[in-house]
T-cell receptor, first 112, second 114 residues
């Protein structure tokens, strides 16, 4: 059974810092991995999707990497801003079906 | 473009009551799913559907029913509400046919069972 973990559970950084969020998964037979952002009381917003054949994806100040063999993905946020404060979740889609398994999330606070 | 729409946004039920959470998408997505989100546990899959007329169980299906009579709608039914079903429920959809397509989420339904 696929299990997804995220470290750290919470992170607080001053504005302007670069930071890395981590996601680990136990079964490397994944179809893709998706990073989401969730604001308090809101749904999930897709940030980046990395296909199993890709090593990284970039969107603006965000860069996500994928190392399938080690079961790891990282989300790099450059020059963090207070508006980046949210919970960040990763989810993996396995090769056997259509379903995603989610990690518990990292709660990020960027202090002005 | 509305995306994924969930209703109601909030609901309070008494133990034993039944209700239906509505989910509709206007993107012609084949794949739809329901998750529940509980503190510290991430999102867990309840039921999913790969197309109209086809549904299957996820990780935590007990106490819930679904049906998929149209591509657009995927309602979730609580048969006899229990306090353990207090949670935030999210509906999601994606374009299954194109493979590597992201999931789109609704804003959630916050459900409290007293």
């Amino acid at each position: 059974k696929q299990e997804v973990t995220q470290i750290p559970a919470a992170l607080s950084v001053p504005e302007g810092e670069n930071l890395v969020l981590n996601c680990s998964f136990t079964d490397s037979a994944i179809y893709n991995l998706q990073w989401f952002r969730q604001d308090p009381g809101k749904g999930l917003t897709s940030l980046l999707l990395i296909q199993s054949s890709q090593r990284e994806q970039t969107s603006g100040r965000l860069n996500a990497s994928l190392d399938k063999s080690s079961g790891r993905s990282t989300l790099y946020i450059a020059a963090s801003q207070p508006g980046d404060s949210a919970t960040y979740l990763c989810a993996v889609r396995d090769n056997y079906g259509q379903n995603f398994v989610f990690g518990p999330g990292t709660r990020l606070s960027v202090l002005p | 473009n509305a995306g994924v729409t969930q209703t109601p946004k909030f609901q309070v039920l008494k133990t034993g009551q039944s209700m239906t959470l509505q989910c509709a998408q206007d993107m012609n997505h084949e794949y739809m799913s329901w998750y529940r989100q509980d503190p510290g546990m991430g999102l867990r899959l309840i039921h999913y559907s790969v197309g109209a007329g086809i549904t299957d169980q996820g990780e935590v299906p007990n106490g819930y029913n679904v049906s998929r009579s149209t591509t657009e709608d995927f309602p979730l039914r609580l048969l006899s509400a229990a306090p353990s079903q207090t949670s935030v429920y999210f509906c999601a959809s994606s374009d299954r046919g194109l493979g590597n397509q992201p999931q789109h989420f609704g804003d959630g339904t916050r459900l409290s069972i007293l």
